[in-house]
């Protein structure tokens, strides 16, 4: 077991799946926040690609992905990847008042109930994009049956997911509602800001999550593009998620 008052190593290790292959929609946008934010806090660390990597994952609530490897410690997912940072005080949110990190920590439980779900119902939930899209990315490391066993196996735990947050009853058009209703809340908190990010000029974990689904949403072609046209309707985040990758990743894929 690893040390927490240790200093972050040069080693630490994000695992996802194969980007350009397998990883879908939800984990894709996990693991895009994950990176942004160990940025944002300038710690270093190397992306190692893995068929399993979801069966790596100690764990998690929505997508078990990314899993981080530092110093002793694995851990997996955006929040407790971002907790284990703020346990090390190493954390980018510690300039933040109290009310502040309060109500940022309601829009990224916002944010992850609305987005994430989102993500997994397109992926999962309408048909065109489960036969085009994401069976083919899920089963494509593994060979047959075990690729059509793994398929089962993975919409089963998303539609389980989704109907313990009560949204298997809805319909796309209520799904891209809740996306919009998210993004006007967003958008909100944006126009109060005084800098570039939601809280002024310096960003916080809130910033990196915001990126990661903007990212996903924008950079992956999809037969039913509904979400990302909900998305880009926002110009303020757009705009803002478009300033995170420019200034963490040094590109516009977006």
Not at 150 to 166: D, F, G, P, T, V
Request: with cysteine; aromatic share 12%.
């Amino acid at each position: 077991m690893g040390n927490m008052n240790e200093p972050w190593p040069n080693d630490a290790v994000l695992y996802q799946p194969f980007e350009d292959e397998q990883i879908l929609l939800a984990e894709k946008a996990s693991c895009s926040a994950v990176k942004a934010y160990l940025r944002m806090c300038n710690l270093p660390y190397d992306v190692q690609f893995r068929a399993n990597a979801e069966f790596m994952s100690p764990g998690g609530q929505m997508t078990k992905l990314p899993v981080l490897k530092v110093s002793g410690f694995v851990l997996a997912e955006f929040e407790p990847i971002v907790n284990f940072v703020e346990q090390r005080s190493e954390s980018i949110s510690r300039w933040m008042m109290e009310d502040e990190k309060t109500e940022m920590r309601s829009f990224i439980c916002l944010i992850e109930n609305t987005f994430t779900l989102a993500e997994m119902y397109c992926s999962f939930m309408l048909k065109g994009v489960y036969d085009e899209v994401t069976a083919p990315r899920n089963g494509c490391v593994f060979p047959w049956p075990l690729n059509k066993i793994q398929n089962l196996s993975k919409r089963h735990q998303a539609e389980k997911m989704l109907k313990i947050y009560q949204w298997t009853d809805m319909n796309f058009d209520d799904v891209l509602e809740k996306v919009s209703t998210c993004c006007r809340y967003l958008e909100m908190k944006l126009e109060e800001s005084f800098g570039p990010y939601f809280y002024g000029e310096r960003p916080c974990e809130l910033d990196a999550l915001v990126f990661g689904h903007l990212s996903s949403i924008l950079t992956t072609n999809l037969p039913n593009n509904g979400i990302a046209q909900t998305v880009g309707q926002f110009k303020l985040l757009m705009q803002a998620a478009r300033f995170v990758e420019y200034k963490y990743f040094q590109k516009k894929s977006f």
